[in-house]
């Protein structure tokens, strides 16, 4: 069978290498891909993002199964277009994705279906929004609403930190966040206090299976200090979630929004990611949802997984009411993995392009290089975005697997190359 991976970053090429090793697999094919995928000579890079053409394409190659990384082909309706000519694509729907698309919709949709989440308002009017949070204090986070690739929001330490925040989102636009209907609208919330958690299920209109947790390193320097980013780095599993929080996860937070969404009339199929903050008690809070794997969490949960994705897929994408999930178990190595994020030059704010990379490791069974931000020309592969690798690793146990990590990103070489050295430093027993 043919497959398909559609988006370009490290994620895609974590999904890619996995599917690649899928007995009924026949060809992976990533689009647009990186120049990681493009370096692997059993992927095929297709140079085609918009989402009709890809269709179109996707139909006459006769592929059997796509599956979409990246949240906006899904908001822009990929997963409505492949199904509406009877293909088969994991993913959620354009109506699904306004979960993620929309902090006004899911904050909205948290309230309604009594899930828990930080309390919030919602404003359009800068002078409104600058009464509130005078009136509620800081801490306090502002996040833009719109996709804005994980920098739309301000954790605000200070009262003038917030107040730039929203003049940034309202009037500014400064991150680039891409509107929703309506312009530009801000969710003012709550500061909540805790550790945070990925805690990632697929659905398949019905069932609903819980992947390896994970944890993500959302702030560019040492110790989660500096300004937000898309992620720097992850591992799996997340101690943090204990076998009790895993269980109130899923009771109070995933299956409710699965059942919320189908009681408003929205089937949920794809992904669900919720980030949860999990506080001293053990109680988690939903920050946000993707509709979508994370990025960089899903270069070390392939590297665990020992299922073959494939056929998880394939089962989760049965044509009728519902796929098949409810067949599927899902096996996982009982090691550690761990990704580094290896990021460009003035990350995340104006990352530089075009710096070679050079001294590559080869990939073995323990440690594969995903690449994101990367493109491939004759021979050279140099840096063209934000997040440029992922150095993943699997060890025995979280120390190792840092260790191990470090000294595979050693060898690697680009200029400005900026990245943490603490990845994992939350599950290091003292
Ligand atoms: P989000 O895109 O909504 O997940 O926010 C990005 C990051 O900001 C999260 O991973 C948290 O680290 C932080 N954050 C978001 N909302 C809150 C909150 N209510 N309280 C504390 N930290 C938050
Ligand atoms: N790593 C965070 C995300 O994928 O949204």
């Not at 929703?180 to 958690?197: P, Q, S, T």
Request: glycine letters at 10%; one cysteine or more.
């Amino acid at each position: 069978m043919k497959v398909l991976v559609i988006g370009g970053g490290g994620r895609e090429h974590a999904l890619a290498w996995k599917l690649n090793t899928c007995a009924r697999v026949s060809q992976v094919y990533v689009a647009p891909g990186n120049g990681g995928t493009a370096l692997d000579d059993q992927l095929i890079n297709i140079p085609i993002t918009d989402v009709q053409a890809l269709r179109k394409w996707a139909q006459t190659e006769g592929i059997s199964l796509t599956v979409v990384g990246p949240e906006g082909p899904l908001a822009a309706g990929v997963v409505d277009e492949f199904r509406s000519h009877g293909m088969r694509i994991f993913g959620a729907t354009k109506a699904a994705a306004q979960l993620e698309s929309s902090k006004a919709f899911s904050k909205a949709f948290m309230q309604r279906h009594a899930i828990p989440t930080a309390e919030f308002e919602t404003f359009t009017d800068p002078a409104a929004a600058h009464a509130y949070v005078e009136q509620k204090g800081a801490p306090i986070v502002v996040k833009a609403d719109g996709l804005a690739a994980g920098k739309g929001v301000v954790v605000a330490q200070t009262l003038a930190e917030a107040h730039e925040a929203i003049d940034f989102m309202l009037l500014a636009n400064t991150l680039g966040v891409s509107h929703n209907e309506g312009g530009a609208r801000v969710v003012i919330e709550e500061f909540l206090a805790g550790e945070e958690a990925s805690f990632i299920v697929m659905c398949d209109g019905k069932n609903v299976i819980p992947l390896a947790t994970s944890q993500d390193h959302k702030r560019l320097l040492d110790g989660d200090n500096g300004p937000n980013t898309g992620g720097m780095g992850a591992y799996s599993p997340a101690p943090v979630v204990t076998a009790d929080v895993h269980a109130r996860a899923m009771r109070e937070i995933i299956l409710p929004t699965i059942k919320g969404m189908e009681k408003d009339g929205i089937t949920y199929t794809g992904f669900l990611y919720a980030g949860l903050m999990i506080d001293a008690k053990g109680k988690p809070k939903t920050l946000e949802f993707n509709c979508r794997l994370g990025d960089p969490e899903t270069q070390p949960l392939m590297m665990r997984l020992k299922s073959d994705l494939f056929e998880v897929l394939w089962a989760a994408t049965e044509p009728g009411a519902h796929g098949k999930l409810d067949q599927i178990s899902l096996d996982w190595d009982r090691r550690i993995a761990l990704g580094v994020v290896l990021a460009a030059h003035g990350y995340p704010m104006t990352p530089r392009k075009g710096d070679a990379i050079t001294g590559l490791p080869k990939n073995t069974d323990d440690a594969v290089v995903f690449h994101a931000g990367t493109a491939k020309q004759d021979d050279v592969v140099s840096t063209s975005g934000g997040r440029v690798l992922c150095v993943t690793v699997l060890a025995d146990n979280v120390k190792l697997a840092q260790q191990y990590a470090y000294e595979v990103t050693r060898g690697i070489q680009f200029d400005g190359m900026q990245y943490r050295r603490d990845i994992g430093f939350r599950a290091v027993k003292a």
